[in-house]
Antibody
Framework: QVQLQESGPGLVKPSQTLSLTCTVS??????????WSWIRQPAGKGLEWIGR???????NYNPSLKSRVTISVDTSKNQFSLKLSSVTAADTALYYC?????????WGQGTLVTVSS | QSALTQPASVSGSPGQSITISCTGT?????????VSWYQQHPGKAPKLMIY???KRPSGVSNRFSGSKSGDTASLTISGLQAEDEADYYC???????????FGGGTKLTVL
């Protein structure tokens, strides 16, 4: 059973960079031709796709966030990561990692990131 | 504003059927049979209920079904049960430089 777990600081100061890691267990991140996505959800609001990565390193990003987002993968650690720069209060949200892009069949439990000084 | 349009809320009584619509454009829903639906209970991660318009993952009840006509996809839940009360989100591949878009979500209330 594949499991995903997000980790990273829960509090980030405005203008700084948000950094999160998703650790995949129960299977190799490199098995199959899956993409691995980051998705966020502000409190009481809907889901927003941030971007995805394949284990080849190929990435795609939400155009509205593209200038600030970097997603990377470390297959040796079975992890992929998110960096979001120049954060503001509008980036406060529950951040999820998931396997897939449109068909996300496995999700992490989510990690709350608050942007505040 | 979400790229895909869903009704904010729908409701139904136990045993009834309801349908949630998800309206996109010819650039997303209308162009690809890559529409999925997610169920999200409060405080939980979303759960994939339908993928590729009408396919059900293993373990998902056959009371859940999906369809698409033109730029609009639909999720139908038959034989409503109290446990179906949740938020539902549609998602579509959008190609180009957009890639993936979500609907704004629909709150289902089981009366």
């Amino acid at each position: 059973q594949v499991q995903l777990q997000e980790s990273g600081p829960g509090l980030v100061k405005p203008s700084q960079t948000l950094s999160l890691t998703c650790t995949v267990s129960g299977g190799s991140i490199d098995s199959g031709s899956y993409s691995w996505s980051w998705i966020r959800q502000p409190a009481g609001k809907g889901l927003e796709w941030i971007g995805r990565i394949y284990t080849s390193g190929s990435t795609n990003y939400n155009p509205s966030l593209k200038s600030r987002v970097t997603i990377s993968v470390d297959t040796s650690k079975n992890q992929f990561s998110l960096k979001l720069s120049s954060v503001t209060a509008a980036d406060t949200a529950l951040y999820y990692c998931a396997r897939g892009s449109v068909n996300c069949d496995y999700w992490g439990q989510g990690t709350l990131v608050t942007v505040s000084s | 504003q979400s790229a895909l349009t869903q009704p904010a809320s729908v409701s139904g009584s136990p045993g009834q059927s309801i349908t949630i619509s998800c309206t996109g454009t010819s650039s997303d829903v209308g162009s690809y049979n890559l529409v999925s639906w997610y169920q999200q209970h409060p405080g939980k991660a979303p759960k994939l209920m339908i993928y590729e318009v009408s396919k059900r993952p293993s373990g998902v009840s056959n009371r859940f079904s999906g369809s698409k006509s033109g730029d609009t996809a639909s999720l139908t839940i038959s034989g409503l049960q109290a446990e179906d009360e949740a938020d539902y989100y549609c998602c579509s591949y959008a190609g180009g430089t957009t890639f993936v878009v979500f609907g704004g979500g629909t709150k289902l209330t089981v009366l």
